[in-house]
Protein backbone atom coordinates (compact mmCIF):
# COMPACT_ATOMS: atom_id res chain seq x y z
CA UNK A 1 0.00 0.00 0.00
CA UNK A 2 0.94 3.76 -1.02
CA UNK A 3 2.35 5.34 2.24
CA UNK A 4 -0.42 8.43 1.94
CA UNK A 5 -3.08 5.20 1.80
CA UNK A 6 -2.12 2.65 4.13
CA UNK A 7 -3.87 4.30 7.45
CA UNK A 8 -7.03 5.23 5.46
CA UNK A 9 -6.96 1.38 3.78
CA UNK A 10 -6.40 -0.56 6.82
CA UNK A 11 -8.65 0.82 8.65
CA UNK A 12 -11.49 0.64 6.29
CA UNK A 13 -10.72 -2.81 5.73
CA UNK A 14 -11.01 -3.66 9.27
CA UNK A 15 -14.57 -2.07 9.88
CA UNK A 16 -15.73 -3.78 6.95
CA UNK A 17 -14.41 -7.35 8.15
CA UNK A 18 -15.14 -6.31 11.66
CA UNK A 19 -18.99 -5.53 10.53
CA UNK A 20 -18.88 -8.49 7.68
CA UNK A 21 -19.96 -6.36 5.47
CA UNK A 22 -18.97 -5.63 1.71
CA UNK A 23 -16.70 -3.04 1.08
CA UNK A 24 -15.54 -0.66 -2.17
CA UNK A 25 -12.29 1.10 -1.94
CA UNK A 26 -9.54 2.60 -4.05
CA UNK A 27 -5.78 2.87 -3.11
CA UNK A 28 -2.49 2.79 -4.60
CA UNK A 29 -0.71 -0.29 -4.75
CA UNK A 30 3.03 -0.83 -5.52
CA UNK A 31 3.64 -3.43 -8.29
CA UNK A 32 6.58 -6.10 -8.14
CA UNK A 33 9.36 -2.73 -10.66
CA UNK A 34 8.27 -0.30 -7.72
CA UNK A 35 5.65 1.56 -9.65
CA UNK A 36 2.03 2.34 -7.90
CA UNK A 37 -1.10 1.50 -9.30
CA UNK A 38 -4.57 2.45 -8.70
CA UNK A 39 -6.51 -0.66 -7.44
CA UNK A 40 -10.52 -0.47 -7.27
CA UNK A 41 -11.00 -3.53 -4.69
CA UNK A 42 -15.15 -4.92 -4.29
CA UNK A 43 -15.18 -7.58 -2.00
CA UNK A 44 -18.66 -9.17 -0.72
CA UNK A 45 -18.98 -11.20 2.97
CA UNK A 46 -19.17 -14.91 2.27
CA UNK A 47 -21.44 -17.29 4.46
CA UNK A 48 -21.53 -21.33 4.61
CA UNK A 49 -25.12 -22.80 4.32
CA UNK A 50 -25.18 -21.99 8.15
CA UNK A 51 -24.70 -18.85 7.90
CA UNK A 52 -21.57 -18.77 9.34
CA UNK A 53 -19.39 -15.97 7.67
CA UNK A 54 -16.31 -17.67 5.95
CA UNK A 55 -14.19 -14.73 4.21
CA UNK A 56 -14.66 -12.51 1.45
CA UNK A 57 -14.87 -12.69 -2.40
CA UNK A 58 -13.66 -9.66 -4.34
CA UNK A 59 -12.31 -8.03 -7.47
CA UNK A 60 -9.67 -5.51 -8.05
CA UNK A 61 -8.88 -3.83 -11.05
CA UNK A 62 -6.26 -1.63 -12.17
CA UNK A 63 -7.79 1.90 -12.89
CA UNK A 64 -4.45 4.08 -13.06
CA UNK A 65 -5.83 5.34 -16.40
CA UNK A 66 -9.14 6.64 -15.23
CA UNK A 67 -7.14 8.49 -12.19
CA UNK A 68 -4.97 9.95 -14.53
CA UNK A 69 -7.53 11.19 -16.49
CA UNK A 70 -8.86 12.72 -13.72
CA UNK A 71 -5.52 15.17 -13.15
Do not use: Q
Not at 6 to 20: G, Q, S, V
Amino acid sequence: LHPDDRAKTLRAFAEAFDARRPSVLEYRLRRADGSYRWILDNRTPMTSPDGAFSGYIGCCVDITPMKESES
